[in-house]
């Protein structure tokens, strides 16, 4: 018997699985990064995410989808990371499992499960979590290495905490920044923060991994960054002592996270590159503007979670160059 | 070299498996019997001339074009017509067919069947497009499409290339590697030919950069041609789609729903131009053809020559026979080839190669929900949105999928190819290609 169907009769060596997997390898530098420096507790927080997230895949998926089971596939473990990158490391385990329910069963399985979903579902976690316990979520612990300047200044805020209550009190930039991380501090870790975003390096390094292996397009962190990067360097060149500078806006908080690892999730990122430039340039716009004039001291999981909104928008907006749309006569004829 | 030409938008690259490229050409003898269906052109089929009990010698006319877009057939064999019937050919569809059982090997006359290159030129344009008719050449590619209708380049436009696609951007397939290796200055010939057809004084073969020794050869013996270049091409899918061969060539873009010909261009296949040449200079209609026989499990992959009608059993015969694994049998490349139901299929004018593939390869692989990774969107040469597509052919949206142009869609599978989800995009492709292009054909009768 031969089998019949439709050309093409050969596949890529692409699957979803190896996608997946492919965003945990990328995750690996930060989550050694959190381990270095918050140790066991954030082992903790990591496993019971993780776990949290493909038990309540697995238990919707099997009495209220009844679907085929998707949780080997690799993307609820990949939220589970994510929800764990985007959580002090001391929060409370019951708080973990709840974001992990948020998360899988609110953000991505009532949208219909992998794929279906609009909002980026740690994030929807993160939000939720922000929202409804405000003192656990910014809670944060100290790195164990951190200086000893900040360590007596700042015990709880990140930097970018540290910056908006200063500046609300009247103290300036010049002020403030001696007390603050240097940049290497920031590169590498050093600083209070959600236990995956401290270091910037890390979270680099695995998004020139995503880049590497085409899981990621440079299109949204390019964008996010670039747009991030220009706005705060007007706002910075205008006063300094009011706004900080641009290399403190890209190495603090979930910046880098967000643009390297959440905010080019495929599912609630737009298709065409038009449309990723468009996207990554309204997170990088929003984010700043919430760091600067909104009430939380960071604004990267709320813009990148408005954006994921108008991403059917962007899709219906932005279309890819189509072949034939110019037909070339100009070049040609020579 | 410096930086090979190529298309824009789009393309992959997937395994070449070229497995016979260095296998040269080997002239199978004469079947007993050879099934030829009426129909071997994108078109109309032609209409039967022969009837059952009939004597007919090779080369002889048995099917004359029934309309402006078809094509003569004529007989591969000498012998008796058996029956006329109607046969499944590669396509899938019943097509009437005239079985011969052969008889000799006796040729009709006036056919020079020596070897001797002759390259004489003082044809007139109008003389060489009729003997391309007379000889019931098609697109030998695998699109099939009557060559003397591209080459009426039609009033108002002129031709200002001829486009030789030497590409072989299929894995596995190398019979037009062999022809531009073994009938080079056939070739060469041939092309003057279509030059002079088309009267356009530049022809540009485009050979893909994994076949080094063709593209020298024919660089080469491109010296001794007037207008004639070879131009090397980076090794992407699908380089030999008409519209993408022309854009890496000529930088220009056909536009949606157009013609070749609206940009300047005319593309042939070497295939077709070897016919060509043999088809002014010997008299010699369409009757055989090269075909590859290949696939992982195939003992000797082989590049074969045939005449129309043989089945392709014997061809697989001839190549070690079937082997015990082969899980799927696909009449052309494995990219845009189409599967087969049997072995007791005649090799048609459009059969460019025999790909067996094994037990493990054959069946696709399970789908999973689309992850939006836009892939498909990024792979697709065309620019359009697969993904966007195949939703709109699944939920009937068909008004949606022709705005999105759907009909721009040339079937090349580079989206299925790649998508993680293993989705079959394509097959929702074609069905919203054949509804919407009966939508549109409703649309015009109105």
Known sequence: MLTVSGSPHIHGDESTKKIMYGVVYAMIPAILVSLYFFGLDALRVLLLSVAASLFFEWIIQKYLIKGSMTITDGSAMVTGILLAFNVPSNLPSWMVVVGALVAIGMAKMSFGGLGKNVFNPALVARVFLLVSFPVQMTTWPIPKVLPSSIADTISGPTPLGFVKEGLRAGETMSQLTPHLPTYMQELLGQMGGSMGEISALAIILGGIYLLWKKIISWEIPVSILVTVAAFSAILWGINPEQYADPLFQLLSGGLMLGAFFMATDMVTSPMTRGGQLLFGFGIGLITILIRVWGAYPEGVSFAILLMNAVVPLINRGFKPRRFGKKTGMATAGK | ?446
């Open chain 2, 1 to 446: 070299m410096g930086i090979l030409k190529t298309f824009v938008l789009g393309g992959v690259h997937p395994s070449e498996n070229k497995l016979s490229a260095d296998v040269p050409i080997q002239e199978l003898p004469v079947p007993e019997q050879v099934i030829v269906p009426f129909g071997q052109n994108l078109g109309a089929p032609s209409n039967p001339l022969v009837k059952r009990g009939d004597k007919v010698k090779a080369g002889q006319l048995i099917g004359e074009a029934s309309s402006f877009i078809s094509s003569n057939v004529h007989a591969p064999v000498s012998g008796t017509v058996l029956k006329i019937d109607n046969v499944v050919d590669s396509s899938g569809f019943r097509r009437p067919s005239a079985y011969i059982q052969v008889e000799g090997n006796e040729w009709d006359e006036g056919i020079d069947l020596s070897d001797e290159l002759i390259t004489k030129e003082d044809y007139t344009p109008e003389e060489i497009i009729e003997k391309v008719k007379k000889a019931g050449i098609v697109g030998m590619g695998g699109a099939t499409f009557p060559t003397h209708v591209k080459l009426m380049v039609p009033p108002g436009k002129t031709a200002e290339y001829l486009i030789i696609n030497g590409v072989e951007c299929e894995p596995y397939l190398t019979s037009d590697h062999r022809m531009m290796l073994e009938k080079g200055d056939e070739i060469m010939v041939g092309i003057r030919l279509l030059m002079k057809a088309l009267k356009v004084d530049k022809a540009l073969i485009g050979i893909e950069n994994n076949k080094p020794d063709a593209i020298r050869h024919l660089t080469e013996l491109a010296k001794k041609y007037e207008g004639i270049t070879v131009h090397a091409l980076k090794v992407k899918y699908p380089q030999g789609g008409e519209k993408q061969l022309i854009k890496a060539l000529t930088n220009r873009e056909v536009p949606s729903g157009k013609l070749p010909v609206e940009v300047g261009c005319v593309v042939q296949n070497v295939g077709t131009v070897f016919a060509v040449y043999e088809a002014v200079q010997k008299n010699k209609p369409l009757v055989e053809r090269v075909v590859t026989v290949t696939g992982k499990g195939v003992s000797k992959p082989s590049n074969f020559k045939v005449r129309i009608g043989t089945s392709i059993h014997q061809l697989i015969e001839a190549a070690g026979g079937i082997p015990e694994d082969t899980g799927k049998v696909i009449g052309g490349g494995p990219m845009m080839g189409k599967a087969l139901l049997n072995t007791d299929v005649p090799v048609v004018k459009g059969s460019s190669g025999i790909l067996l593939m094994q037990n493990h390869a054959a069946s696709r692989k399970e789908e999973s929900p689309c992850i939006r990774c836009s892939k498909c969107t990024n792979v697709c040469p065309m620019g359009l949105e697969p993904y966007l597509l195949s939703r709109l052919a699944r939920v009937k949206e068909f008004d949606k999928a022709e705005k999105e142009k759907v009909m721009d869609c040339i079937e090349c599978g580079s989206c299925q190819y790649t998508c993680p989800a293993s989705i079959p995009l394509l097959d929702y492709l074609r069905l919203g290609k054949t509804k919407v292009g009966e939508n549109i054909r409703n649309r015009n009768k109105k």
